[in-house]
T-cell receptor, first 115, second 113 residues
Framework: DAGVIQSPRHEVTEMGQEVTLRCKPI?????LFWYRQTMMRGLELLIY????????DSGMPEDRFSAKMPNASFSTLKIQPSEPRDSAVYFC?????????????FGQGTRLTVV | AQSVTQLGSHVSVSEGALVLLRCNYS??????LFWYVQYPNQGLQLLLK??????LVKGINGFEAEFKKSETSFHLTKPSAHMSDAAEYFCAVSEAGGFKTIFGAGTRLFVKA
């Protein structure tokens, strides 16, 4: 299994531009999570899906952030418009489901820099 | 509500010394507990997990953790630190029936030669 695949690995964009981060979860996993990691705030859960349905988006910082999961093998996190304070590493993770099956498998992350 | 507290944002040990990373949890029901490790420029990966089968859990790379219900703790230990253990370590908790994992703030481990 290739694990959770994220693209791009690095993204540099100018303030005001739209940014789209992509994630392919592990096949057979039915929960998908988007996290943001910064030095100041640590690891933050932004949103998670179960069976392609958003369950909890309370961690999404602002309306500029949106996430979709159109099918079981693909998810996007979009920031529009981007701001310098959005600079962070964004991780996607997937898991099999509930309880013990919440063991999360993380992608390598996307390092976003907004200038 | 679940929560996890990791005591000490930074821990420094000498190579060959004992590693002890502390984690306390709060959960209204018996939890599932995890330790993850993050090496530089990588995602988190699972070190070990507590599933109620045994209170002492052994993980990869010589790490182990002991679940102590009376202390609501799940501390991570390794008898002898190696330079390659330098990384950030996260304690995490989830509940039966829950979908999400709650992560602690992380502890960065430094290993001195």
């Amino acid at each position: 299994d290739a694990g959770v695949i994220q693209s791009p690995r690095h993204e540099v964009t100018e303030m005001g531009q739209e940014v789209t981060l992509r994630c392919k979860p592990i096949s057979g996993h039915n929960s998908l999570f988007w996290y943001r990691q910064t030095m100041m705030r640590g690891l933050e859960l932004l949103i998670y899906f179960n069976n392609n349905v958003p369950i909890d988006d309370s961690g999404m910082p602002e309306d500029r952030f949106s996430a979709k999961m159109p099918n079981a093998s693909f998810s996007t996190l979009k920031i529009q418009p981007s701001e310098p304070r959005d600079s962070a590493v964004y991780f996607c993770a997937s898991s099999r489901g509930q309880g013990l099956n919440t063991e999360a498998f993380f992608g390598q992350g996307t390092r976003l820099t907004v200038v | 509500a679940q929560s996890v507290t990791q005591l000490g944002s930074h821990v420094s040990v000498s190579e060959g010394a004992l590693v002890l990373l502390r984690c306390n949890y709060s959960s209204s029901v018996p939890p599932y507990l995890f330790w993850y490790v993050q090496y530089p420029n990588q995602g988190l990966q699972l070190l070990l997990k507590y599933t109620s089968a045994a209170t002492l859990v052994k993980g990869i790379n010589g790490f182990e953790a002991e679940f102590k219900k009376s202390e609501t703790s799940f501390h991570l230990t390794k008898p002898s630190a190696h330079m390659s253990d330098a990384a950030e370590y996260f304690c995490a908790v989830s509940e039966a029936g829950g979908f999400k994992t709650i992560f602690g703030a992380g502890t960065r481990l430094f290993v001195k030669a």
